[in-house]
Structures are given as C-alpha cells and as structure tokens.
C-alpha cells in the first residue's frame, strides 16, 4: 500500500485505529464493533486504507467498506447485490446492480450472526 507524507510508515489497521479513536463517539464504537465483526467473521481479511481515509476489508477482492457519516456508519459491500441477504440487513444503495450497504444509527443492535454470515457470503463469492 501506498502512503504520502508522514503516513509512509503507517499500516493501514494502524490508520483505521487512528480513525476509530478520533472520532470519539458512538461511530468510533460502531465503526470498532463492525471491524471486530468482520474479524471474527473471516480472520484472514486483510485490512486496507483507500479513498483519503475509508477502511476496506478484502479476502481474494473487496469485502466491504466502513463508511462515516454524521448520523450513520455506512457499511459498503463491493458486490451486496449478489449475496442473498435472508435477515434483510441491506438497508441502503438498494438500487443498484452491484453494490448494496447497511447504514448504522446511533443506539441500534447489530444482527452479528447475520452480519457474520454476509461476510462469509461476500468472502466465498470473491473466491468463486
């Protein structure tokens, strides 16, 4: 991975902590939950830094995304319109062909089995 600057030296799990811990409040917690997630969910992501400051999770391609935003984190999945989604986390971009996300609120729970169970489903898709 490439940096510019001072961030040279600066893996990108190391950025994402950076992210987590300046954002302070409940995204940081979001965004740190939904990393954790997608770990224990694939423990062989690999973890990048793209787009001047978005994480990206990828196994054989793009997982997904970690998006956020002022009133949500945004959870990207690079080929969500492939997946079967049975518990109807996808919530957000459901119109288009590639892509479907899941936006986050303050105060919501998180289906972590389904989530989990997405991941997996995104990670077999890209190695197919």
């Known amino acids: 991975m490439k940096q510019s600057g001072s961030q040279n030296s600066t893996?990108?799990?190391?950025?994402?902590?950076?992210?987590?811990?300046?954002?302070?409040?409940?995204?940081?917690?979001?965004?740190?939950r939904l990393r954790a997630l997608v770990k224990e969910a694939d423990p062989d992501v690999v973890e990048e830094w793209k787009w001047r400051g978005v994480p990206v999770w990828s196994h054989g391609g793009l997982i997904c995304t970690g998006e956020t935003y002022k009133s949500v984190v945004k959870m990207t999945f690079a080929k969500g319109a492939a997946l079967s989604d049975p518990s109807g986390l996808f919530n957000s971009s459901l119109d288009g062909n590639t892509r479907r996300a899941i936006d986050f609120r303050e105060g919501e729970t998180i289906n972590e089995e389904a989530l989990k169970a997405l991941i997996r489903a995104a990670v077999t898709l890209n190695r197919s």
């Open 11 to 32: 893996s990108p799990s190391e950025l994402i902590d950076a992210k987590i811990e300046e954002l302070g409040d409940w995204r940081g917690e979001m965004l740190s």
